[in-house]
């Protein structure tokens, strides 16, 4: 498998007052692409920052994050907003879906923003059709008009990913997607990213506390206090080969 994100001895500080906090110290990885990898660790050990700089949503104090050998750091600003539109999505803990909007407008949301009025209205029809299949495909039929706080945890975290799919991204990053969620809906969303991995061949980066994820994902590392500590037995464990 080709290389999709390789991580360059990333730093990030932040300054508090006249204190500064490292919080990332010297992280380096590779991801290929169409792999599932879990990122677990204490809480308060860096994980979401990380993620965050992953998908251009922060930026390293040093350190490269290329993107297919792009530095992603080193583009301008309008190639980074292209790229975050494109190329990544993102899956949170809570959702993040906007309350006033129905389930189809949500997921058409990443759509309405990045186009102008123009664009939106030439390819409405096409979109549409494609959030549609989405709907369809993640069991979301019955609640296309509904709004989120209608759904159950699991519906809404579905909601979610279809909003992070209809933008086409090749790396989806999901910080501790099934942390609210019960053991059902928990394993419903393990096995949607697991299918959408084997069909689609995304690649998926899995912030979780849930030891579970171990069984399926192709590869775990642990993040501890800003660093990757090492850990044979899962290096051993490499299952995307
Ligand atoms: P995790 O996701 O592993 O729980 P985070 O990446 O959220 O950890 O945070 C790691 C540490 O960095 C925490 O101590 C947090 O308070 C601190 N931190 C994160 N973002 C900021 C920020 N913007 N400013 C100051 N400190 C931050
Ligand atoms: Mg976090």
Not at 5 to 30: A, C, M, P, Q, Y
Not at 86 to 110: G, K, R, T, V
Not at 137 to 144: A, Y
Request: aromatic fraction near 4%; include cysteine.
């Amino acid at each position: 498998m080709s290389e999709i994100l390789k991580i360059e001895n990333i730093s990030r500080s932040f300054k508090t007052g006249n204190r500064t906090l490292e919080i990332l110290k010297g992280i380096s990885l590779d991801i290929k692409a169409g792999e599932i990898l879990a990122i677990a660790g204490p809480s308060g050990a860096g994980k979401s920052t990380l993620l965050h700089i992953m998908g251009l949503l922060d930026r390293p104090t040093s350190g490269r994050v290329l993107f297919r050998n792009k530095d992603l750091y080193a583009l301008p600003g309008s190639e980074q907003a292209r790229l975050r539109n494109s190329s990544f999505a993102f899956i949170f803990q809570f959702y993040h879906l906007i309350p006033e909007l129905n389930i189809l407008e949500n997921i058409l949301l990443p759509h309405m923003i990045s186009n102008s009025i123009l664009n939106w209205q030439i390819h409405r029809k096409a979109l549409k059709a494609k959030a549609g299949k989405l709907i369809d495909k993640l069991g979301l039929s019955g609640r296309v008009f509904h709004k989120p706080n209608q759904l159950s945890g699991g519906e809404q975290q579905r909601v979610a990913i279809a909003r992070a799919l209809v933008t086409d991204p090749e790396v989806i990053l999901c910080d501790e997607p099934t942390g609210n969620l019960d053991t059902n809906a928990t394993m419903e969303i393990q096995n949607l990213i697991s299918e959408l991995n084997r069909q689609e061949g995304k690649t998926f980066i899995i912030v979780t506390h849930n030891e579970n994820i171990a069984r399926w994902s192709h590869r775990m590392i642990h993040l501890v206090d800003g660093q990757v500590t090492n850990n044979p037995d899962e290096s051993c464990r490499d299952k995307s080969q």
